[in-house]
Structure formats: C-alpha cells, structure tokens
Nanobody
Framework: VQLQASGGGLVQAGESLRLSCAASGSIRSINVMGWYRQAPGNQRELVAVLTEDKIATYADSVRGRFTVSRDNARSTVFLQMNGLKPEDTAVYYC????????????????WGQGTQVTVSS
C-alpha cells in the first residue's frame, strides 16, 4: 500500500490550502484515514482523522478551521485548511489505520511521505 499526499505549499496567514492523499494497493477497506503534522523540534501530532462511518476527530487547535473528508470508494482523504496561521507550519503526514488488504487477515497501518505546509505572517 502506498499513500501519496499532495497539496502543500507556502501561503500567507489567513489563506487556505487543500491537502489530498490517495491510497493505492489491494485495499479492501480502511477504517480510519487522516492527517498528522510535525513541526521542527516537536512530536508528531494528530490534526484530523475520519472513520469509514464519517466520524471525525480534530485537534483543538484546528477545530473550526480545518475540515477532513474522504472518498471511501477511491481510498482518498482530504484536508481543507482555512484561516491558516503561522503555527500551522509543519510537515503534514497522511495516515491510514487498520487497512484491510485482500488476501491478508490482519489489518495494518500506513504512513504517507509528508507534504510541507508553510504559513507566513
């Protein structure tokens, strides 16, 4: 399974970005898909994740500004980021949790390669 993220970039404070992440492979289902981020010197932290049943969890710092969505049929997750702030600057990682593959019994977790988001003040 590969996770291919895109959509990062350099924006000014208050602007918007939309991240996308597509999972490819012999995927039967993905229980949870979403986004984490890691700023220099910080630990990786949850940003927003979404279950197959569309139950979302957001970090307090982004609730009300970011929206996570997914297309289950295409194994793709999106992150709409509005009202970006300089403190949102980080590498954003796509995550797929409890992925069930055809021909495998045990679910697995996968990470994407990361996409840089930089917000200038």
């Amino acid at each position: 399974v590969q996770l291919q993220a895109s959509g990062g970039g350099l924006v000014q404070a208050g602007e918007s970005l939309r991240l996308s992440c597509a999972a490819s492979g012999s995927i039967r289902s993905i229980n949870v898909m979403g986004w984490y981020r890691q700023a220099p010197g910080n630990q990786r932290e949850l940003v927003a994740v979404l279950t197959e049943d569309k139950i979302a969890t957001y970090a307090d710092s982004v609730r009300g500004r970011f929206t996570v969505s997914r297309d289950n049929a295409r194994s793709t997750v999106f992150l709409q980021m509005n009202g970006l702030k300089p403190e949102d600057t980080a590498v954003y990682y796509c995550n797929a949790e409890r992925v069930r593959l055809y021909g495998h019994l045990s679910p697995r977790n996968y990470w994407g390669q990361g996409t840089q988001v930089t917000v200038s003040s």
